[in-house]
């Protein structure tokens, strides 16, 4: 029997909660070495300084799993290219029609907190980059952590986004014994 690895958060003494928007879209496309998910479930309001600002207040009170809030998102399960060299999010084309068609300014919020980046689009390809790794340090991202990316914010002067961090807790000892770094090497749980 295979059993999908399940995320949560490290601290156990924390409340863990599902996310859910209260619809089932599953809508899932994977790209080389990066399991994504994306579902647009509206179009996201423009950019506003009081919207970004009330997204890190909410998250400086409600530490734990926060519900989406009916905006496009997408999701991804940190990979090596995530936590090394080139430390970039290749963003999904789902996401294309949301997002503008040039180098522009990026926020990230989770926690109470924001992190600075370049969000590169493009016709063919759309990623997080130049900022991505302090995020990843920060956070201490490890491989197969799962983190959901909504889109809360997009203007000519930038976007934002709200992310969530859900930890994959899975033995060292399995792990490290059965690889799971690729779909091609998943980890099975009997």
Known sequence: MVTPPVYRRRNPSEESRGISSGKDHGVASSTGETSQAAISAG??????????KACLEVEKTHPRILPLLGKAYFACVVCKSHVQQPFQVVVPRSMVPFLPSKPTPATLTWQGRSWEMRFTGGRHIQRLEAGWRGFALDNALRLGDGCVFELVG?????????????????????????????????IVLD
Request: glycine fraction near 10%; charge should be negative; proline fraction near 12%.
């Open 43 to 52: 179009p996201p309001d423009k950019l506003d300084p009081e919207s970004a």
């Open 154 to 186: 997009c203007d000519g002067e930038g976007i934002v986004f709200r992310v969530q961090v859900l930890r994959a807790e899975i033995p060292a000892s399995i792990r490290e014994r059965a690889g799971g770094y690729t779909p091609s090497s998943a």
